[in-house]
T-cell receptor, first 114, second 114 residues
Framework: GNSVTQMEGPVTLSEEAFLTINCTYTATGYPSLFWYVQYPGEGLQLLLKATKADDKGSNKGFEATYRKETTSFHLEKGSVQVSDSAVYFCALSATNQAGTALIFGKGTTLSVSS | DSGVTQTPKHLITATGQRVTLRCSPRSGDLSVYWYQQSLDQGLQFLIQ???????AKGNILERFSAQQFPDLHSELNLSSLELGDSALYFCASSVDLAGPNEQFFGPGTRLTVL
């Protein structure tokens, strides 16, 4: 079946540190991959996405590359800010003839201090 | 603001009761999805509707049901509530039925079963 595994948190960093959150997936076919972010008290927002192998998604300084050979989609940012503190979810889109579902990882809490 | 609205924001009820959660998708979006977020299970897909029809089903209990109305708003009905149903319930919407379309999430309804 389809599943997503991401590194457990919490991840605690100082401002301007480098961030990596690992994500690997298991899927039949070629899913699209997503990173969503959830700020405290809010719903999820799409951070970035990639729809095929070797695609790089990027937004707000965050990047992730769809690696089919390692079934990975690791999230990176070169210099984190306090405002990046949130929960980050890796997800894949499992689509069949019936419809679509997002399969999420368990989420990684990022805490950035100044 | 994602454009997806959910009511109520909070709901407190007792075991054995029935509740209805409501969702209005973004203008123009035909697909509506329901997700449950709990500490132990993480974020789980429950069900998808497209233009009034059920299209994909995830880990939705038989005590739960949903529907999408002609004006495209959706309701999630939870009955015979148990303590373990306490969770954050998110609605999301997207333009299309399938593919790598971004899902836009509402702010969620926090259900507490006492």
């Amino acid at each position: 079946g389809n599943s997503v595994t991401q590194m457990e948190g919490p991840v605690t960093l100082s401002e301007e540190a480098f961030l990596t959150i690992n994500c690997t997936y298991t899927a039949t076919g070629y899913p699209s991959l997503f990173w969503y972010v959830q700020y405290p008290g809010e719903g999820l927002q799409l951070l970035l996405k990639a729809t095929k192998a070797d695609d790089k998604g990027s937004n707000k300084g965050f990047e992730a590359t769809y690696r089919k050979e390692t079934t990975s989609f690791h999230l990176e940012k070169g210099s984190v800010q306090v405002s990046d503190s949130a929960v980050y979810f890796c997800a894949l889109s499992a689509t069949n003839q019936a419809g679509t579902a997002l399969i999420f990882g368990k989420g990684t809490t990022l805490s950035v201090s100044s | 603001d994602s454009g997806v609205t959910q009511t109520p924001k909070h709901l407190i009820t007792a075991t054995g009761q029935r509740v209805t959660l409501r969702c209005s998708p973004r203008s123009g979006d035909l697909s509506v999805y329901w997700y449950q977020q709990s500490l132990d299970q993480g974020l789980q897909f429950l069900i998808q509707y497209y233009n009034g029809e059920e299209r994909a089903k995830g880990n939705i209990l038989e005590r739960f049901s949903a529907q999408q109305f002609p004006d495209l708003h959706s309701e999630l009905n939870l009955s015979s509530l148990e303590l373990g149903d306490s969770a954050l319930y998110f609605c999301a919407s997207s333009v299309d039925l399938a593919g790598p379309n971004e899902q836009f999430f509402g702010p969620g309804t926090r259900l507490t079963v006492l």
